[in-house]
Nanobody
Framework: QVQLVESGGGLVQPGGSLRLSCAAS????????MGWYRQAPGKTRELVAL???????NYADSVKGRFTISADNAWNGVYLQMNNVKPEDTAVYYC?????????WGQGTQVTVSS
């Protein structure tokens, strides 16, 4: 089993930076990709960034050039560096681990971008 715990959310001003962390524990050897997703009030959950076990990355168009995803070699941690944040980045951010037979979600961390 894999467990995920997110941290690093909070209140940040427009144009500021924030770094989210996702600590993974358990059978992390079975993970082949991890990603960050977000869900704003009244909207569906959407992919923000994804990284695979071959270090390939994929980003939502809305965050390209501003956000960077990275991961430890052993999948012990996945990070989302958020730069030049905008009010529309406000959402609950979730970490997800992709295993062969299932997906594991973290509990989420709130990010609020406001002056």
């Amino acid at each position: 089993q894999v467990q995920l715990v997110e941290s690093g959310g909070g209140l940040v001003q427009p144009g500021g930076s924030l770094r989210l962390s996702c600590a993974a524990s358990g059978s992390t050897f079975s993970i082949y990709a991890m990603g960050w997703y977000r869900q704003a009030p009244g909207k569906t959950r959407e992919l923000v960034a994804l990284i695979t076990n071959r270090a390939n990355t994929n980003y939502a168009d809305s965050v390209k050039g501003r956000f960077t995803i990275s991961a430890d070699n052993a999948w012990n941690g996945v990070y989302l560096q958020m730069n030049n944040v905008k009010p529309e980045d406000t959402a609950v951010y979730y970490c997800k681990a992709d295993l062969v037979t299932r997906h594991i979600w973290g509990q989420g961390t709130q990010v609020t971008v406001s002056s």
